[in-house]
């Protein structure tokens, strides 16, 4: 279980009094169950002649038999929610701030997203050519039914990531100035003997060398939340660092 500090920031008002008769606004204390489920994949791509992505290792190949126990308690977390009109809200926590409104069976969805797409891009004149590209995505969301004070639900995180490299397969490297690939293939590839990208040689197909690696992640956690009565400004103040729950996410810590 993640156990990290939870800061409840950026929850300022412009009055001294949080929540009002709003039923939906106000502060609430979350609870997670402790069991949840997590799902994880992973792919990889390439076309190296003398090289191959790993074969996945089932559990019917291994001699090794896995068995572990584990028992804990109800993890906490503390979010403010308010209102912005239209039907729509804002709930923040753990220095996130997500934007919610109510789906077509009446719960309410509230979602968090960041992402990070970056390209770099190198090529000489002489015909050699680098391409690294990055992206990566991660979505954090509460569907929660509300029933007076009450929410129960469920809160989900997905986390995705690609990186991907081609290069040129032959080059002049003394004109260039390249002498070996750019590529990290040894460290995603395995091969029965020597290989890589020799600027010299034909080493992949197509006239370029490229390699793509990627994986995702989704863990389904259920959850519930009761609206507290704090009122005042104060009285938030004194619960910024409550609650035992917190995730590595965006800005979050």
Same mark, same amino acid.
């Given at each position: 279980?993640?156990?990290?500090?939870?800061?409840?920031? #950026?929850?300022?008002?412009?009055? +001294?009094?949080? #929540?009002?008769?709003n039923p939906l606004e106000g502060v609430w204390v979350f609870f997670v169950d402790a069991d949840y489920d997590?799902?994880?994949?992973?792919?990889?791509?390439?076309?190296?002649?003398?090289?191959?992505?790993?074969? *996945? /290792?089932?559990?019917?190949?291994?001699?090794?038999?896995?068995?572990?126990?584990?028992?804990?308690?109800?993890?906490?977390?503390? +979010?403010?929610?308010?209102?912005?009109? #239209? #039907?729509?809200? /804002?709930?923040?926590?753990?220095?996130?701030?997500?934007?919610?409104?109510?789906?077509? @069976?009446?719960?309410?969805?509230? /979602?968090?997203?960041?992402?990070?797409?970056?390209?770099?891009? @190198?090529?000489?004149?002489?015909?050699? *050519?680098?391409?690294?590209?990055?992206?990566?995505?991660d979505v954090l969301s509460f569907s929660l039914e509300q029933k007076r004070g009450s929410f129960t639900g469920?809160?989900?995180?997905?986390?995705?990531?690609?990186?991907?490299?081609?290069? @040129?397969?032959?080059?002049?490297?003394?004109?260039?100035? &390249?002498?070996?690939?750019?590529?990290?293939?040894?460290?995603?590839?395995?091969?029965?003997?020597?290989?890589?990208?020799?600027?010299?040689?034909?080493?992949?197909?197509?006239?370029?060398?490229?390699?793509? /690696?990627?994986?995702?992640?989704? &863990?389904?956690?259920?959850?519930?939340?009761?609206?507290?009565?704090?009122?005042?400004?104060?009285?938030?103040?004194?619960?910024?660092?409550?609650?035992?729950?917190?995730?590595?996410?965006? *800005?979050?810590?």
């Amino acid at each position: 279980m993640m156990r990290l500090s939870i800061a409840l920031l #950026g929850l300022g008002s412009t009055t +001294a009094c949080i #929540g009002g008769t709003n039923p939906l606004e106000g502060v609430w204390v979350f609870f997670v169950d402790a069991d949840y489920d997590t799902t994880s994949d992973s792919d990889c791509s390439e076309n190296y002649n003398d090289a191959d992505c790993p074969a *996945s /290792i089932s559990d019917e190949d291994s001699p090794w038999t896995f068995e572990s126990t584990e028992e804990q308690d109800t993890d906490t977390f503390v +979010a403010q929610i308010v209102g912005i009109g #239209g #039907g729509q809200a /804002i709930m923040f926590v753990n220095d996130l701030i997500l934007t919610g409104e109510k789906n077509d @069976s009446g719960n309410w969805l509230f /979602i968090y997203e960041d992402f990070q797409n970056v390209d770099n891009n @190198s090529s000489h004149e002489a015909g050699y *050519s680098f391409k690294q590209s990055e992206e990566s995505s991660d979505v954090l969301s509460f569907s929660l039914e509300q029933k007076r004070g009450s929410f129960t639900g469920s809160m989900e995180l997905t986390s995705q990531a690609t990186m991907s490299w081609s290069e @040129s397969d032959v080059w002049n490297s003394a004109e260039v100035g &390249m002498s070996s690939s750019q590529i990290p293939a040894n460290s995603y590839l395995s091969s029965e003997g020597m290989f890589g990208n020799n600027p010299v040689a034909a080493d992949c197909s197509e006239g370029l060398c490229g390699l793509s /690696i990627s994986g995702s992640s989704q &863990m389904v956690i259920g959850v519930t939340a009761e609206r507290t009565d704090v009122k005042n400004e104060g009285d938030l103040d004194a619960l910024e660092d409550d609650g035992d729950f917190g995730w590595n996410l965006g *800005s979050g810590d």
